[in-house]
C-alpha cells in the first residue's frame, strides 16, 4: 500500500469506528491535540520514527502518550497501531484528510460574506441560514469588511461566489449601457 493510500485508509477506518457525531468530532479533537504533542516535543517525534526503538516499545510509549492525553479508547488503538507500524510520521496527513472527511459526512461547508460595514449579529444569521438553505449544507460562516466594495453583499461558498455588492451592479448597469450604445 502507498502511503497516499495508506493516509486514505487510515483515515477512513478511523471514521467509521466513531459510533455517532460526537465522537467523530472528538476524534477529530483528539488527533490534533496528538498532532500537537509531537510538534511541541521533537524528542518524542524522533523516538517514533527511530529504527533503533523496537516497535513494541513504540506502541507502549504511544498508548502512554494517549493515556495522559486522555483520548477516547479507539484513538488510543489508532495511535498504537502507527507506532507500532512505524507511520506516526503521518498523523498529521491522516488527521487532515479525517477533518476534510468528517466535514462531507456532516455536510459542512465555509462561508465567508464580505460587507461594506460591519453587520450586527441578526443579519450574520439571516445571511447564513439564507446559504445554508441555497447550499443545502450546514454553513460556518466568517464575516470580513472591505469598504471598497461600497455597498451590499459578496458571499464566497466554496469556490461559487453570490457577488451582491454596490460595485458589481454598477458594473452591470455600464455593461448593459454599452451594449446599447
Same mark, same amino acid.
Given at each position: 500500500m502507498t502511503r497516499t493510500a495508506d493516509? =486514505?485508509?487510515?483515515?477512513?477506518?478511523?471514521l467509521l469506528a466513531c459510533p455517532g457525531e460526537a465522537e467523530m468530532k472528538r476524534t477529530r479533537d483528539e488527533l490534533g491535540r496528538l498532532e500537537a504533542t509531537l510538534e511541541e516535543h521533537p524528542t518524542l517525534q524522533a523516538a517514533f520514527v527511530n529504527p533503533g526503538v523496537p516497535p513494541a516499545a513504540r506502541k507502549a510509549v504511544a498508548g502512554e502518550l494517549a493515556e495522559r492525553l486522555g483520548v477516547l479508547p479507539e484513538v488510543r488503538r489508532f495511535f498504537e497501531l502507527l507506532a507500532e507500524g512505524?507511520? =506516526?510520521?503521518?498523523?498529521?496527513?491522516?488527521?487532515?484528510?479525517?477533518?476534510?472527511?468528517?466535514?462531507?459526512?456532516?455536510?459542512?461547508?465555509?462561508?465567508?460574506? =464580505? =460587507?461594506?460595514?460591519?453587520?450586527?449579529?441578526?443579519?450574520?444569521?439571516?445571511?447564513?441560514?439564507?446559504?445554508?438553505?441555497?447550499?443545502?449544507?450546514?454553513?460556518?460562516?466568517?464575516?470580513?469588511v472591505d469598504p471598497a466594495i461600497m455597498g451590499g453583499v459578496v458571499a464566497r461558498v466554496g469556490s461559487t461566489v453570490y457577488d451582491g455588492s454596490v460595485v458589481r451592479q454598477l458594473e452591470r448597469v455600464r455593461e448593459r449601457l454599452l451594449a446599447e450604445s
Open positions: 493516509v =486514505t485508509a487510515f483515515a477512513r477506518g478511523l512505524d507511520r =506516526t510520521a503521518l498523523l498529521p496527513a491522516i488527521a487532515r484528510v479525517y477533518r476534510a472527511r468528517l466535514r462531507e459526512q456532516l455536510q459542512l461547508v465555509d462561508a465567508e460574506i =464580505t =460587507t461594506a460595514v460591519p453587520l450586527p449579529a441578526d443579519r450574520l444569521q439571516m445571511l447564513q441560514e439564507s446559504l445554508a438553505a441555497k447550499t443545502g449544507h450546514v454553513v460556518s460562516l466568517s464575516a470580513r
